[in-house]
């Protein structure tokens, strides 16, 4: 019997407004991790607290660690469309940045 796996791709709202993306499998001790400032060295840091604005779950690692590197390099408006679920802004922003 295969095991079920969750892996989460998730974005942050950091207290100066800025977006972090990331990659967990466990979303809750992950945001516990971010507001705790547990590593000094880490973007969110300096930008506690911080807010969940979205996630996604996936079984693979793969599915989910490429996803994250799409939305790595979406814009701050398409991630804010994401939020949304507003799909056609998506694909509108996603044509925009083609052309």
Not at 43 to 56: E, G, I, N, Q, W
Not at 72 to 83: D, P, Q, T, V
Request: contains cysteine.
């Amino acid at each position: 019997m295969a095991r079920i796996h969750n892996y989460f791709v998730y974005i942050l709202e950091c207290a100066d407004k800025s977006y972090y993306v990331g990659v967990t499998n466990d979303l809750g001790v992950r945001i516990v991790q971010h507001n705790d400032g547990e590593d000094v060295l880490a973007y969110t840091f300096t930008r506690r607290p911080v807010l969940l604005k979205y996630y996604l779950r996936f079984d693979q690692i793969e599915d989910a660690i490429a996803f994250e590197k799409q939305l790595k390099g979406w814009s701050r408006k398409k991630k804010e469309a994401l939020f949304n679920e507003d799909w056609d802004e998506i694909v509108r922003l996603s044509n925009y940045k083609n052309e």
